[in-house]
T-cell receptor, first 116, second 111 residues
């Protein structure tokens, strides 16, 4: 199984809502990532988890709260978002991160978020 | 600036080789170069990565300049399914999986 599964595929939320995006992999990977992608732009790194610990936070606003409950799961909790946060949110995993090179990242298809 | 520089778009004919360039003049000696591609409505897909030597796999070849300030992704025989946005990515050494995407080159393949 070389899949990264993201749910939901589409999410519409108001600025006062609380919602979560979920990501799951069963490849035994120990590094997991959240990227944000606006239309016609490249993905931008948000967070990296390595061995279930947050290792990189790219100065992301606190209205985005990541969580890694175990080595297979990654969540992104959303609260009080703004319309400009509307984007495709991509999850990825890799065998490990950093050191002598991260190697191949496996990406999910993304969750498309619309904030009204 | 840690980002890589790529042409916005390129065209190719089917079954011909394609050379996709990337400039990374500020790269450090220990940063890896990755290439991913992204089809519409899909997540990015790994193509290849390398450090100093040229690399080959079943999808493509990666040629890295001797001074490491540039690299070229080579698709040996383009097919219509190779039409995608190709991203040249710099992995910042020892920063735990920090991959910085370039702006990407949109490759179109004509039959």
């Amino acid at each position: 199984d070389t899949e990264v599964t993201q749910t939901p595929k589409h999410l519409v939320m108001g600025m006062t809502n609380k919602k979560s995006l979920k990501c799951e992999q069963h490849m035994g990977h120990r590094a997991m990532y959240w990227y944000k992608q606006k239309a016609k732009k490249p993905p931008e790194l948000m967070f990296v988890y390595s061995y279930e610990k947050l290792s990189i936070n790219e100065s992301v606003p606190s209205r985005f709260s990541p969580e890694c409950p175990n080595s297979s799961l990654l969540n992104l909790h959303l609260h009080a978002l703004q319309p400009e946060d509307s984007a495709l949110y991509l999850c990825a995993s890799s065998r490990s991160s950093g050191g002598a090179g991260t190697g191949e990242l496996f990406f999910g298809e993304g969750s498309r978020l619309t904030v009204l | 600036d840690a980002k890589t520089t790529q042409p916005n778009s390129m065209e190719s004919n089917e079954e011909e080789p394609v050379h996709l360039p990337c400039n990374h003049s500020t790269i450090s000696g220990t940063d890896y170069i990755h290439w991913y591609r992204q089809l519409p409505s899909q997540g990015p897909e790994y193509v290849i990565h390398g450090l100093t030597s040229n690399v080959n796999n079943r999808m493509a070849s990666l040629a890295i300049a001797e001074d490491r300030k540039s690299s070229t992704l080579i698709l040996h025989r383009a097919t219509l399914r190779d039409a995608a946005v190709y991203y040249c990515i710099r992995e910042i050494y020892n920063q735990g999986g920090k991959l910085i995407f370039g702006q990407g080159t949109e490759l179109s393949v004509k039959p």
